[in-house]
């Protein structure tokens, strides 16, 4: 259905009647137009646009019992008005708010109750303004923080009970600490460890129960090391071994020679 047929609605699906709009007089001067610039419609776009439209209007709608219009006038109405939405009922509007108002104020939300809020946080904050929120109850946060936050501190998060922010936690962590999640239950985050260890490190993953970190440990480790790997259970381990001692002979003495996994067959895989 199109705008021009579409009726137009008001957050509490009432048709918007132009005639008994307070702010009516501005149609006058194109300020506003039913389903296009309009702070009674129920459209997030149109209310948005009336703000756009009239600025100075925002901090009379800062109290509007339709979210969308706090959330809105959030984003053109005067700064010192903005703090008390810091408490709306609306994570939106708290939100919008917050990202207005000094830092400070946007610190306050690492602990705001909806987990969409707290992920905006983290993706915005940096450094140590992210250590309190390394033990957020969402995981999806704490995957946000391990991406983000200073190397040093991913220490702290090495025994995260979620395998995909260890994960993220092995592929950025420094070197010295990989061993800690060698023994890590989950297959993806040995395989994280596995890509960054050297090739004598990763003799004792040729036997782990993961193909892909045995994998990666049939790739890279010492050729003198490939012989216990020929009768691996899995066709593609064992290719990759006879791969490499096909090549014994050809090798510089000395040169570990390294054959890397094709795209394809590493997405294929997975």
Same mark, same amino acid.
């Given at each position: 259905m199109t705008h021009d047929i579409e009726q137009a609605l008001? %957050?509490?699906?009432?048709?918007?009647?132009?005639?008994?709009?307070? !702010? !009516?007089?501005? &149609?006058?001067?194109? +300020?506003?137009?039913?389903?296009?610039?309009?702070?009674?419609?129920?459209?997030?776009?149109?209310?948005?646009?009336?703000?756009?439209?009239?600025?100075?209007?925002?901090?009379?709608? *800062?109290? !509007?019992?339709?979210?969308?219009?706090?959330? &809105?006038?959030?984003? $053109?109405?005067?700064? $010192?008005?903005?703090?008390?939405?810091?408490?709306?009922?609306?994570?939106?509007?708290? %939100?919008? &708010?917050?990202?207005? *108002?000094?830092?400070?104020?946007?610190?306050? *939300?690492?602990?705001?109750?909806?987990?969409?809020? +707290?992920?905006?946080? &983290?993706s915005h904050i940096e450094g140590e303004e992210l250590v309190p929120m390394m033990a957020d109850p969402d995981y999806y946060v704490r995957h946000v923080v391990a991406r983000r936050i200073g190397v040093p501190s991913l220490k702290h998060m090495i025994d995260d009970p979620d395998p995909e922010v260890r994960r993220v936690v092995a592929q950025r962590i420094t070197a010295e600490w990989l061993p800690e999640l060698i023994d890590d239950p989950s297959g993806a985050v040995v395989l994280a460890v596995a890509e960054r260890l050297t090739p004598t490190q990763l003799l004792p993953l040729r036997f782990h129960a993961d193909f892909r970190v045995r994998y990666e440990a049939a790739g890279r480790v010492p050729l003198s090391a490939l012989a216990a790997m020929q009768g691996d259970e899995d066709p593609m381990v064992r290719e990759r071994v006879f791969e490499r001692l096909a090549h014994r002979n050809s090798a510089t003495p000395g040169e570990h020679m390294v054959i890397e996994m094709s795209t394809d067959k590493r997405e294929g895989r997975r």
């Open positions: 008001d %957050w509490q699906g009432h048709e918007v009647c132009c005639e008994g709009c307070v !702010h !009516h007089e501005l &149609a006058d001067e194109k +300020r506003c137009k039913q389903k296009h610039i309009c702070v009674q419609d129920r459209s997030p776009s149109r209310i948005e646009q009336f703000f756009k439209t009239n600025p100075g209007l925002a901090n009379e709608f *800062l109290a !509007h019992p339709y979210f969308e219009v706090r959330a &809105a006038a959030a984003k $053109f109405a005067d700064v $010192f008005h903005l703090t008390a939405l810091l408490d709306d009922v609306d994570e939106t509007v708290r %939100w919008h &708010a917050a990202l207005r *108002l000094p830092r400070r104020f946007l610190l306050r *939300l690492r602990s705001d109750p909806h987990r969409e809020v +707290r992920v905006r946080v &983290a």
